[in-house]
């Protein structure tokens, strides 16, 4: 299930590139904003912003405008974002008043889906209302960067001990603005406004469900797309690596020919999903930092084995829908080692939340081990912060290597979190336990409704990690995020169901050699891309009921139709390509397919191994893919229509998937020429040979991607050029290639 991170609905489907350009009609920048300033997004967290308006809570209006904010955001590395007013402990307003989480730091790379989970992730639940304290962190984070910006976004006023002007006035005399938008009435947050008049900066005020909406799309600059990076070998304003408007010779005008793009995996703005709605997961880690901790096991501290599984194994608990937190014991070497000063020493290090396994291995990386094992004070303490996350399910998983050292009962107390009716279950794995102690340990576990993992050396407890993250992944619904949009294909070639560009699934299951036929209709030199994503696993017959397994892998199989295909012949299959798609739910592939006639093209979904679930999901896009020109695909051999390529300017062309040959005319060398063909794919392999008037090779050279040259004498007699696949048919390679001629 890793591999559903960055998948499936709310645009969850994952590996948009970091290097493409944002959407270009997004071009006017706010006067006064440098694209590359640096800006940091502060996001109050407090459990006011549950508070409802006009039907809609302020927290949900806030998520929606950040996920609009994704597309602007989208491959800049200048933007911060920090949450604030996220603590959430019941005794401690000390340490609520420094609750401050940054979730996107300045330099990081940001993509859409990132902004995504980090919106789905934001939970109301703050005790404290710190603005002071999040306006110290993002000025140290603003250190040495520049002139830059601050937003801040917040309903309530400062009710910590900081003084947010003074704040404020540090800020203005480093040159950075404060905006900020205010929610709520003017009679609570008016005072804010001295915030962004201390700085020079903004405030909005918004007192309703539209405004707030508004303020909020106003709030973020719009920045110039030309600071965005540009792709490896691309010139500014260039389309790719190759020129987009070509001048065609023989009357054809000036006709775009456009590049192939790469394959990408599929990135869903749009979708139909599951009513039933994502679930939430709270986690909390304990680990034990008690002075045990620090022996041997092998060549290694038993800490720093316990660090490295923890980084390896926390991806697992990535997904939006996991909120996670890191509490420990036993690490403050600042007190005495008794039992009174060291027991009492419990506490929780980051903030139960989405996208904070990066804080959590820095925490765990600062600690050494010190004191006292306070594990049923500790189990407590962590049913307490848990309990007040807004989640379906909750989870703590406790890593100890020894028994109970300050009086309390373990067993007890899991048995009495249990028992709260918050769905909260207890899991501890043993780390290098004695028997006498695994074996409560064991009984404290079963008591708090979870499971006990021994773990006796670094494998185990790497491999004990790895059953509790599962644990907590199986408790997702597994249908809530799949994206769902059922159509009914045709049961033949004949009945095919066109089909436009977009994402499908099925109807229906399919039966084991089952077929399901569609057909998009395209015209002479256009490319269709099919890409295709497993999102469940493998259908089961279970109690006469059909069922998906828990383990087994989910496939189908999306067979393409080429023009002459005929069922009935005995070698039908030559004239049809495929692609298999197998594996875990987030599998993806991806096949091509040229129309070279404007019939379209047929294509097919089932399996001759396995029944289809129908919740497998394909998508179709089509993008021209002219050589020269759009709507054009030059010719295998020499005709009288053959087009002559014009020397002084490039031209492009297409080829590959179905498409094994180009052939052009080339125009008068007498002189000399130089001829220089380049292919785009560096994982393409062709063939380019120069032809005389009757199409007898003169030339022939060849190349994987690359720069492909032949430097002409005066009279040399060539008057064609032809350009070939040579990758096996069957292998899914496409590329756009660019000829220039340069007459001596």
């Not at 997702?476 to 994402?503: E, K, N």
């Not at 197998?582 to 592939?589: E, I, L, V, W």
Request: glycine share 10%; aromatic share 6%.
């Amino acid at each position: 299930m890793n591999t559903l991170r960055l998948s499936f609905a709310l645009a969850l489907l994952a590996g948009s590139s970091l290097s493409v350009l944002a959407d270009s009609s997004i071009t006017a920048a706010v006067p006064g904003i440098r694209p590359s300033e640096p800006v940091i997004i502060l996001f109050d967290r407090s459990a006011s912003m549950k508070k409802k308006m006009e039907g809609v809570s302020r927290i949900d209006i806030a998520r929606e405008s950040l996920v609009r904010w994704g597309n602007q955001l989208k491959g800049r590395s200048n933007v911060g974002i920090r949450f604030f007013a996220g603590g959430t402990d019941q005794g401690d307003d000390q340490k609520n008043c420094v609750a401050n989480d940054s979730v996107v730091n300045l330099g990081e790379v940001i993509d859409s889906e990132s902004i995504v989970r980090l919106a789905d992730g934001i939970q109301a639940v703050g005790r404290k209302t710190n603005i002071a304290y999040a306006l110290e962190m993002a000025r140290e984070e603003l250190h040495g960067q520049g002139p830059g910006k601050i937003i801040l976004i917040t309903d309530g006023q400062e009710n910590c001990k900081g003084d947010p002007l003074k704040q404020a006035g540090k800020l203005g005399e480093m040159g950075i603005k404060v905006d900020v938008v205010g929610i709520g009435d003017a009679g609570d947050i008016g005072g804010l406004g001295k915030i962004a008049l201390e700085t020079g900066g903004r405030f909005d005020l918004a007192s309703n469900s539209a405004d707030l909406q508004q303020k909020l799309s106003d709030s973020l600059p719009d920045f110039d797309l030309p600071d965005l990076p540009l792709p490896p070998g691309q010139a500014p304003g260039g389309g790719g690596s190759m020129e987009q408007i070509i001048e065609v010779a023989g009357g054809g005008g000036n006709r775009p020919s456009v590049p192939a793009p790469a394959s990408t995996p599929l990135v869903l703005e749009t979708m139909e999903v599951s009513e039933s709605g994502p679930q939430r997961i709270a986690i909390e880690i304990i680990l034990d930092l008690s002075g045990s901790m620090a022996a041997k096991l092998g060549d290694e501290s038993k800490i720093r084995i316990a660090r490295r599984a923890l980084a390896e194994t926390l991806d697992g608990l990535e997904d939006s829908f996991f909120l996670v937190g890191l509490r420990a014991y036993g690490f403050d070497n600042t007190v005495e080692k008794s039992k009174a000063t060291s027991c009492p020493n419990t506490a929780l290090l980051t903030a139960i939340s989405t996208n904070n396994l990066r804080n959590i291995r820095n925490q765990a990386s600062r600690l050494n081990p010190y004191g006292y094992t306070p594990i049923a004070d500790s189990l407590m303490q962590a049913g307490d912060d848990l309990q007040a996350i807004d989640a379906d399910s909750r989870m703590i998983i406790l890593i100890t290597d020894g028994e109970e050292t300050c009086d309390g009962d373990p067993v007890a107390t899991a048995r009495h979190l249990c028992q709260m009716g918050i769905e909260l279950e207890t899991n501890i794995i043993g780390f290098d336990l004695e028997p006498s102690t695994a074996e409560v340990m064991r009984k404290a576990a079963k008591a708090g409704c979870g499971r006990y993992v021994d773990a006796q050396d670094a494998g185990e407890l790497t491999a004990g990690l790895e059953v509790m993250v599962s644990e907590a992944r199986d408790k997702i619904d597994p249908t809530w995020m799949r994206t769902i949009h059922p159509v009914q294909g045709g049961s033949s070639i004949a009945t095919a169901l066109p089909v436009t560009p977009g994402t499908y699934t099925l109807k229906n299951w399919l039966e084991k050699g089952e077929q399901m036929f569609f057909r998009v209709d395209t015209v002479a030199a256009q490319h269709v891309l099919f890409r295709g994503l497993i999102q469940s696993y493998r259908l089961i017959n279970q109690d006469k009921e059909m069922v998906e397994s828990s383990l087994g892998r989910a496939q189908y199989r999306l067979t393409l139709y080429l023009p002459g295909y005929d069922p009935a012949e005995p070698r039908a299959d030559k004239k049809t390509r495929f692609m298999r798609i197998s594996g875990d739910p987030g599998t993806f592939r991806s096949i091509g397919q040229q129309d070279f006639d404007g019939r379209g093209i047929v294509f097919s979904i089932g399996s001759k191994y396995d029944r289809v679930h129908a919740d497998s999901l394909f998508n179709v896009e089509i993008r021209e893919s002219g050589d020269i020109f759009e709507g054009y695909e030059a010719a295998e051999t020499i005709t009288r229509e053959t087009l002559t390529l014009e020397a002084g300017k490039p031209s492009i062309g297409h080829l590959g998937e179905g498409d094994f040959v180009d052939l052009f005319a080339l125009p008068g060398m007498e002189d000399g020429a130089t001829i220089n063909l380049t292919i785009s794919n560096p994982e393409f392999a062709a063939g380019v040979e120069l032809l005389n008037q009757k199409g007898r090779r003169i030339q022939r050279k060849r190349t994987v991607g690359g720069r492909v040259s032949f430097d002409l004498k005066p009279g040399s007699g060539v008057k064609h050029l032809s350009v070939y696949d040579r990758n096996p048919k069957l292998r899914q390679v496409f590329t756009d290639y660019a000829i220039t001629i340069d007459l001596h």
